[in-house]
């Protein structure tokens, strides 16, 4: 599976942005997906992630109503959007794939994309 995230770019405090992560391969309905994120000089942190029906998410405490989960398996696709941004939002996001199951563990992902930058200004 090869990811590509897109969507990340400058916005104002309290702004919003929706990311998308376009997956290649057949088996997209089967895989968890989820986003992440990294600030500089800092670890990977878990935002939010979605099952392979779409049926069950789970968020960070940080993003929980503000940030929603979404995918769309007939165009290989997971969205996230991004509502009343703050500056701390500030990083590079990731999506990220695994088979049969999803997480807020990184390590459990299997295949990750090369990430957007989100840049959110006070």
């Known amino acids: 599976v090869q990811l590509q995230a897109s969507g990340g770019g400058l916005v104002q405090a309290g702004g919003s942005l929706r990311l998308t992560c376009v997956a290649s391969g057949r088996t997209f309905g089967t895989y968890g997906m989820a986003w992440f994120r990294q600030a500089p000089g800092k670890e990977r942190e878990f935002r939010a992630s979605?099952?392979?029906?779409?049926?069950?998410?789970a968020y960070a405490d940080s993003v929980r109503g503000r940030f929603t989960i979404s995918r769309d398996n007939a165009k290989n696709a997971v969205y996230l959007q991004m509502n009343s941004l703050k500056a701390e939002d500030t990083a590079v996001y990731y999506c990220a794939a695994v088979d049969r199951t999803f997480s807020d563990i990184d390590t459990s992902y299997s295949y990750w994309g090369r990430g957007t930058l989100v840049t959110v200004s006070s």
């Open positions: 979605i099952n392979w029906s779409g049926t069950r998410t």
